[in-house]
């Protein structure tokens, strides 16, 4: 499984754009990029998955190089609310399913 | 729709004692992850199941743990006897497709051994 690295923690004020890049060189040519989001007491929450170039859903875009060799998940005006632990996986299907590791990931403050 | 519902939310135990975890997945999803987070890190794979089959059992630790996931959907994380080193969240998970990994996890179930 490919290794990411992601910085330990960000911060950021409301209503900026925030870009959390994640490195993963070894990514394999069936994996792909996911990011999950966790607030404390909480589970990870999907944000955003993708393969290749740009993905855009309603709450973050992920864009990713044509070398796949990282990727960065942009949030858009960020609110005090967007305060969490951003996760970057990297994986992809194995015999029996779909295998990813979570890292240690990205904490975001969010201040007013 | 109902999410990942587990419980109970927390437990504190005394060492040696055992201790079982429950979780009842979204209703169709095949595939149910049981995961540990230690305090200021990313969740770990314990065991993953396909419908009632363990297929990723590899980081489970079988001296102590055991799961199982009879009929294919509630899913029982048991540990016996409980260490000081297992205090953690316990976090269950399932999904859907697993050529896309897109997991929906639950609230998850803070043990403290004492």
């Known amino acids: 499984l490919a290794k990411t690295t992601q910085p330990i923690s960000m911060d950021s004020y409301e209503g900026q754009e925030v870009n959390i890049t994640c490195s993963h060189n070894n990514i394999a040519t069936n994996d792909y990029i996911t990011w999950y989001q966790q607030f404390p007491s909480q589970g990870p929450r999907f944000i955003i998955q993708g393969y290749k170039t740009k993905v855009t859903n309603e709450v973050a875009s992920l864009f990713i190089p044509a070398d796949r060799k990282s990727s960065t998940l942009s949030l858009p005006r960020v609110s005090l609310s967007d305060t969490a632990v951003y996760y970057c996986l990297v994986g992809g299907p194995i015999t029996g399913g779909f295998k990813t590791i979570f890292g240690a990931g990205t904490r975001l403050f969010v201040k007013a | 729709e109902a999410g990942v519902v587990q419980s109970p939310r927390y437990k504190i135990i005394e060492k040696k004692q055992p201790v079982a975890f429950w979780c009842n997945p979204i209703?169709?999803?095949?595939?149910l992850y049981w995961y540990l987070q230690n305090l200021g890190q990313g969740p770990e794979l314990l065991i993953r199941?396909?419908?009632?089959?363990?297929?990723?059992d590899s980081q489970l630790p079988k001296d102590r743990f055991s799961a199982e996931r009879l009929k294919g959907v509630d899913s029982t994380l048991k540990i016996q006897p409980a260490e000081l080193g297992d205090s953690a969240v316990y976090l269950c998970?399932?999904?859907?497709?697993?050529?896309?990994?897109?997991?929906?996890f639950g609230p998850g179930t803070r043990l403290t051994v004492l």
């Open positions: 199941y396909e419908n009632e089959e363990a297929v990723d």
């Open positions: 209703s169709g999803h095949n595939t």
């Open positions: 998970a399932s999904s859907l497709d697993t050529e896309i990994d897109t997991q929906y």
